[in-house]
């Protein structure tokens, strides 16, 4: 970014189009970011001879982001596959907690006339 804003510091133009690039932030946004810097790097290659930039590191920025975009979407994809296994968890814990409430509840109703032991169903914390 440092050498297109220098390489294109007196096109109003294009350091434009360079703040727009720089701006966002997360993982798809720089995979963007770099597929657009490749692509405004190719379309203006004058300035950044000029400032001494190796043109080989914008098809460099274009590979990475392919990689990256292809990464990205397989770490979505197992993303997906996770959760499938909280789906589950979730669902477990919720015939856990619907289970123990019951308990819970028939234990207070059996022992309300037993201090001592009705102590044992009940909880400060909500349930």
Known sequence: MADLRFAYRKRSDLIAHVRAIADGEGN????????????????NPEQL??????????????????????????????????????????????????????IRDTGKYAFRKNPERFKGYISKYKS
């Open 28 to 43: 798809s946004d720089m995979i963007q970011d770099l597929s657009e810097i490749s692509a405004l790097g190719k379309a």
């Open 49 to 102: 001879t000029k400032a001494n930039f190796d043109l080989t590191q914008l098809d460099l920025a274009e590979q990475r982001s392919n990689e990256l975009a292809d990464l990205l979407a397989k770490a979505n994809g197992s993303r997906l596959d996770n959760s499938k296994a909280k789906d589950m968890r979730d669902r477990a814990y919720t015939q856990l907690k619907v289970a123990m409430n019951e």
